[in-house]
């Protein structure tokens, strides 16, 4: 297996994550259509998405990789990792998706191993798609000329669903997984559990898990006996 293949094997996005299966807010219309208008368009160069948690962020560059050859980049959770040996072949790939890039950009020896990344991307005419809790022109980061590259493609806004945006998500990702949210249910975890989106899917996973493995229905009684095993949430 190649290094290309190897990396891709190791960075890819999670399955499931679609544009078909995410539930925009109204006032992302103009940032999703930018966005794929830039993913499916001949120009490389960076495009940088950023918006509060919950707003789908990570969903959005999942999906993105679903579109072309591409590595997806968790730096949450890989901030402990070697970058020079993360980004190995990276400018070999069509697409690199890099979410939530403000964790590491503190971190000197990240920002240069993200600055020779971009420039190896830039040379190879890729495509650099960010997301980041914050617009580009305003993240601290250790390494000036980082920043300054990192606002070349311009910041676009994700805007948070509200409370039925939020029902209306939940309910599409739990027909995908084969079941259906009731009103009860839903309005049950809103006042029990995070409204924060991400959490809600995390939350929604594992009821389709302990669902299964039981063979009962998803419904307040069980969803209550969940939620008293693995605790509250803020």
């Excluded at 980082?146 to 039925?164: A, E, H, I, K, V």
């Excluded at 027909?175 to 989106?197: C, M, W």
Aim: include cysteine; charged fraction near 25%.
């Amino acid at each position: 297996m190649s290094a290309p293949e190897q990396l891709a094997l190791r960075l890819r996005a999670r399955s499931g994550a679609s544009f078909a299966n995410f539930v925009a807010a109204e006032a992302n219309a103009a940032t999703l259509h930018a966005l794929r208008s830039w993913l499916h368009g001949a120009e490389p160069g960076i495009f940088f998405l950023f918006g509060a948690p919950g707003s789908g962020r990570s969903h959005l560059l999942q999906a993105a990789c679903g579109e072309m050859p591409a590595i997806y980049v968790p730096l949450a959770e890989l901030r402990a990792e070697n970058p020079a040996v993360l980004f190995e072949g990276a400018e070999h790939m069509a697409l690199v998706c890099l979410d939530d890039i403000e964790v590491v950009l503190a971190d000197l020896d990240w920002c240069e191993q993200l600055f020779h990344l971009f420039n190896r991307l830039t040379d190879a005419h890729r495509k650099l798609l960010i997301s980041a809790d914050r617009a580009a022109a305003t993240l601290p980061c250790a390494l000036p000329d980082l920043r300054s590259r990192l606002t070349w493609g311009g910041s676009f806004r994700l805007s948070t669903l509200d409370d039925d945006g939020r029902r209306k998500a939940l309910r599409v990702l739990a027909h995908e997984r084969g079941f259906e949210l009731s009103d009860e249910v839903l309005t049950y975890l809103f006042a029990r559990f995070s409204r924060e989106l991400g959490a809600l899917v995390k939350l929604l996973d594992e009821l389709d898990k302990h669902s299964l493995a039981r063979q009962k229905r998803i419904t307040v009684p069980f969803v209550r006996e969940l939620l008293d095993a693995v605790g509250p949430s803020d």
